[in-house]
């Protein structure tokens, strides 16, 4: 194998495996209730595979390849890593092994890539379903690499770590610093110019739109990124500077900078960002992907 050059899989086998595709139908979302989400979310995105590689041929060696050829998720998910991520320098074979090893290591990482595509499928109406996400959603890959580049980095392994994340950087357009705690059930929504600090902290079923920025307020050193609480929305554009503090189900507007504590539950717009007030109930804006919902009247604001 040459340097960078993809992971295939054996021609061999898929002489043999390729005529066992058949048409599957799909089970529309939402899933049962179970104990083993793992286990079924792969159970549909093989039956996706093979729709839609006797849909369309041209994709049927990809799929079968990517998905049909391996026996879990885990597998697939490294493969595609590996294959998406490698270069003349980082091998895909190296990648693999990294990505397979670090999943059946921790479990966790496991568990949050399935409640990540638990949210993506859920949250996005764009999502075609669970392949979809798994093949084709940059802002999914991406968190999944940060995952491992974090065990590296935990693992005093920061040289490579790095290397990970400027390689994540430059093919997913998105730079997460390895440091950085990410929780699961995460949504990173188009995922393009997300950029995310070495000290922040992002909470579970946090929903975060593309060209977000949660980074520090200049030469500081230390903790100086934000924090991310559990169930937040942050829209597109929208810009986060310092040890600041994202309530829980907090609400961060559009294009909005915002550079001091938001409280739990609350709405904040503008540059630099204002509180438009509360929200009672249950919803959780992270999961629900409410925008709008603020909005009472036009704005004051005149140009």
């Known amino acids: ?31 049962p209730e179970s104990d083993n989400d793992e286990s079924w979310v792969w159970s549909q995105i093989k039956a996706e595979a093979r729709r839609d590689a006797d849909a369309e041929p041209a994709l049927a060696s990809f799929l079968y390849a990517t998905v049909l050829s391996h026996p879990s998720l885990e597998r697939s998910l490294s493969f595609h890593l590996a294959n998406k991520l490698c270069s003349s320098t980082l091998l895909s074979t190296l990648l693999y092994d990294l990505f397979v090893g670090s999943l059946a290591a921790h479990p966790t990482i496991r568990a949050a890539a399935v409640a990540d595509l638990l949210a993506v499928r859920s949250r996005d109406p764009a999502c075609a379903g669970f392949s979809h996400c798994l093949l084709n959603y940059k802002g999914f890959l991406a968190v999944q690499a940060h995952r491992v580049a974090h065990v590296l980095w935990a693992q005093n392994r920061r040289a490579l770590a790095l290397a990970l ?37 992002v909470g579970d079923n946090v929903s975060i739109l593309h060209h977000v920025t949660l980074g520090g307020t200049g030469k500081a050193v230390g903790d100086r990124h934000p924090k991310i609480g559990d169930g937040v929305l942050i829209g597109a554009g929208a810009t986060i ?31 630099p960002a204002r509180l438009i007030g509360g929200k009672k ?15 009472q009247q036009w704005s004051d604001y005149t140009i």
């Open 165 to 201: 994340q400027s390689r994540v950087a430059e093919v997913f357009a998105v730079d997460i610093h390895p440091a950085a705690a990410i929780g699961k059930g995460i949504l990173l929504d188009h995922a393009t110019g997300v950029v995310i600090g070495e000290t922040a902290v």
């Open 241 to 271: 500077l310092g040890n600041v503090l994202i309530g829980a189900g907090a609400k961060i507007g559009a294009g909005s900078v915002v550079l001091i504590d938001v409280p739990p539950r609350s709405t904040a717009v503008g540059n």
């Open 1 to 31: 194998m040459t340097a960078g050059q993809p992971l295939r899989a054996d021609p061999q086998q898929r002489r043999h495996s390729l005529p066992a595709l058949h048409p599957a139908v799909v089970p529309s979302y939402p899933p």
């Open 281 to 295: 109930g249950d919803d959780m804006p992270g999961e629900s992907m409410d925008h709008t919902s603020f909005i």
